[in-house]
């Protein structure tokens, strides 16, 4: 639960980022966007592949401030070329599949430094994920997104139980079954939508208490 931490960061510096949002020119908006991303994503690396943690902490506030930035600067901006960020993206998500996979298999244990939020790829597989779907939106798509999204935070906080249930032995033992006997890819998909949906489901009756409403 991370975030939650990181969110109130966040929201403390939204001020900031709205004075300079409001009086920054477009380059310079993008400049700070590429800077601070660039040193989150080297700080990041060298931290993940080589134990050495750099001595700054920027990249933890503008690192993932820069998300905020970069939502901002692609929701106001015209982007040109959205095909080639579209295919970075699709590369940025293969670069995170096969270089986890060798970084891993050199270190003979899990690393997922390029599943990291400031890593390399990460921001430029989530900007075009965002610009995609700017440039494709929809009624349909706008009306799904806008009715989940009142149960956003209620999802968040409940969906750890859900992965844990359905991961846990004690399901195993009641149900003969667990998601962990499944193939890795159909344990993973099975696990996203059985999770996303009971988490749904749950944070809907959780906003129709009268004292945990305003939580979910």
Do not use: C
Request: aromatic share 16%; glycine share 6%; hydrophobic share 50%.
């Amino acid at each position: 639960m991370w975030y939650l931490y990181a969110a109130i960061g966040l929201y403390l510096a939204l001020p900031l980022f709205r004075v300079f949002v409001r009086h920054a020119k477009r380059q310079e908006i993008l400049y700070v966007i590429l800077v601070s991303f660039g040193i989150s994503a080297v700080a990041t690396t060298v931290d993940k592949i080589y134990g050495i943690k750099a001595p700054v902490g920027f990249e933890y506030f503008l690192g993932y401030g820069s998300f905020l930035l970069l939502g901002y600067y692609m929701a106001k901006f015209e982007i040109k070329y959205s095909r080639l960020i579209y295919l970075m993206g699709a590369l940025a998500i293969f670069v995170t599949i096969i270089g986890t996979w060798y970084v891993s298999s050199l270190q003979n244990d899990l690393n997922q430094v390029f599943y990291e939020y400031l890593s390399f790829t990460t921001p430029i597989a989530a900007g075009a994920l965002f610009l995609y779907m700017k440039n494709h939106d929809s009624n349909k798509v706008s009306n799904v997104i806008a009715k989940l999204s009142k149960y956003s935070f209620g999802i968040y906080l409940i969906h750890p139980i859900f992965i844990d249930l359905l991961r846990s032995e004690e399901l195993e033992s009641l149900f003969n079954f667990s998601v962990n006997q499944l193939p890795t890819l159909l344990n993973i998909l099975l696990t996203l939508v059985l999770a996303t949906i009971f988490s749904i489901l749950i944070a809907k009756l959780l906003s129709r208490i009268p004292v945990l409403k305003k939580l979910v």
